[in-house]
């Protein structure tokens, strides 16, 4: 019985060996494989951490890019605003010259008005002379011609 309780154990012991040693020929295999295909995890890190430093650089980029846009687009209000500052202070001078237009119109309108009166002021005094001189004149002449009248 002890034969066969010793053949049992050594039997299991050497099934557990041949186990053993398979598993690890597995591994190994696994191993290789993953070597083989790039699955070293320090080399995928390597990779990642290339990867990711690609990455920042061509968001840094995209953000430099965005940074000039921005750039050139506050230059381009800049010369927006300076324009309209240039304009808003011609239309300020040309208003002011229209306000000092205004007023000298009106006084031209004023000085025309008060001439307009005076050449009917004239124009009346001046008929009223001729009438006068002809009331005279007939006077005279109706006096000499018919004194008798």
Request: charged residues 20%; aromatic residues 8%.
């Amino acid at each position: 019985m002890m034969w066969s309780w010793l053949a049992y154990t050594w039997s299991n012991q050497t099934s557990w060996r041949k186990a053993n040693l398979t598993c690890k020929i597995a591994i190994d295999n696994l191993e290789k494989a993953e070597l083989l295909q790039g699955g070293d995890p320090l080399r995928q890190r390597k990779t990642t951490k290339e990867s990711l430093a690609q990455t920042s650089s061509a968001i840094t980029e995209s953000l430099m890019g965005i940074s000039r846009v921005m750039s050139q687009q506050v230059q381009q209000s800049e010369e927006a605003m300076q324009t309209l500052v240039n304009s808003s202070r011609t239309i300020l001078d040309a208003n002011e010259e229209f306000k000092s237009m205004s007023g000298t119109i009106q006084l031209g309108r004023k000085l025309i008005t008060k001439y307009n009166r005076r050449e009917l002021t004239d124009k009346l005094l001046i008929f009223l002379a001729l009438a006068l001189f002809l009331a005279t004149v007939l006077y005279i002449v109706k006096k000499r011609l018919f004194p008798f009248l």
